[in-house]
């Protein structure tokens, strides 16, 4: 706890105090079915560790191996007090591979709790339990009404997703500084429909469990929901391994030249917020954001005395640098998921009137991912300390990107970066350099500047 900053600590410690709240009345209330809590904790339990088991060299993500449906059937079937029960277990038991691990597991298990809690009271106040079906009261067996048992099962599904990704966003922001705009940005849209896949599969469940078949039926129900989760868990667990080739690659051209240390993160950051102002799909967005972070990966080809030469280059200098798009493209050639960045780290330093390099190309021959990164990474260079130059202040590093545009850059580029910086300012993720400029949100546009930006 001493590494984690104050309001981490105490979001942490909220978030744990309330979880015991909802699962408390479950512990002390007479009715409570505890054969069907223990066999839920159990199959949570069960699910986690077999879903989180590391083969020899692995290193699993954490939330890989979670299993929802069970949390979600406990929801249906119990009280929602007994659900935030269900749901402490297999919190607890989550895959963990950075420390501190006890506060990382204590707060899966608190996250998972409330959000259990709040779906079930979601469930309850929209009437889920009368539409289940079931054994009634003197009535025999009852079949579960549907399809109006999706409405209140559907509403109980995005309950239990926003509480996760609201306390997801709220531990980035007071644990890693994010701000504020940023932490929840784009959690609930990629996490919302598996929920909702999960939450309909809690529901079957469910539905089983209170038929005449009982729980085996349930458990069948359960077994190919758990055998495409772990296909999802694969799947996020390659995706966790190109994000570390991508770490490694751009920490390497980190270290060879120290004057650029964060501008491949800041280039991305800036290539993103451009694809999203022009309404880029987010699979589009994420290839231009890797482009960002890549673009100057060639330069582990180039000598590090060129790079780190204080002064001018001479013209046959300027040509070895003027190589590191081509050597980029070489190195990534064989990296098959990078897909269309590869073309963006190649071209980037192409302009839109031809007089770029390496190819010389013009206007619409320059593929639309490198002319975002074109000038995402001449505004970082502008707006950075380096051994040639102090960073310009961010107005004045737009006006000499708006003074360029349709000679060196895209003007629609241009424009969309403006737009996103003056509606949300500019805060680098990273800020490794001696001096970044930050910027607030502004609504006027910058006074002009001379001179030319961009980086070599």
Known sequence: MRVLPPGARALILCAVLAACACAAPAVVDSGTPWPAVALLCLLCVGC??????????????????????????????????????????GGFAAAVVQRPVRVRRTW?????????????????????????????????????????????????????????????????????????????????????APYCVHGLAGLMTAVMWRSPYGVPAALLVLLPMYISSRGFAQYTRERTAHQATIRALVQAVDIKDRYTRGHSERVGQASAMIARELGMPDERMEVVRIAGILHDVGK???????????????????????????????????????????????????????????????????????????VADAFDAMTSTRSYSRARPVPVALAELERCAGTHFDPAMVRALVDAIGRHGWHPVVTSDDDVQVAAPRSGAPAPARGAGGGA
């Open 300 to 374: 582990l080809g180039v000598p590090t005395r060129l790079l780190r030469k204080n002064g001018p280059l001479t013209p046959e200098e300027r040509r070895v640098i003027e190589l590191h798009p081509e050597y980029g493209h070489e190195m990534v050639r064989g990296i098959g998921f990078l897909g269309e960045a590869r073309s963006a780290i190649l071209h980037h330093h192409e302009r839109v009137d031809g007089s770029g390099y390496p190819y010389g190309l013009a206007g619409e021959q320059i593929p639309e991912p490198a002319r975002v990164v074109a």
């Open 48 to 89: 986690e560790l077999t879903g989180s088991r590391r083969r020899p060299g692995s290193r699993v993500p954490e939330g890989t191996g979670a299993f929802f449906p069970v949390v979600p059937a406990a929801v249906f079937l119990l009280s929602p007090a007994a659900a935030a029960l269900v749901a402490l277990p």
């Open 108 to 192: 899966h298990a608190a996250q998972q709790a409330n959000a259990a809690w709040a779906a079930g009271q979601v469930y309850r106040l929209l009437d889920g339990p009368a539409t289940l079906g079931g054994a009634g009261p003197g009535a025999g067996y009852r079949v579960a009404d549907f399809p109006y048992a999706v409405l209140p099962a559907g509403a109980a599904a995005v309950a239990f997703c926003l509480v996760l990704t609201a306390l997801d966003g709220g531990i980035l922001a007071t644990a890693e500084h994010r701000p504020a705009a940023t932490a929840w940005r784009g959690l609930p849209g990629r996490s919302l």
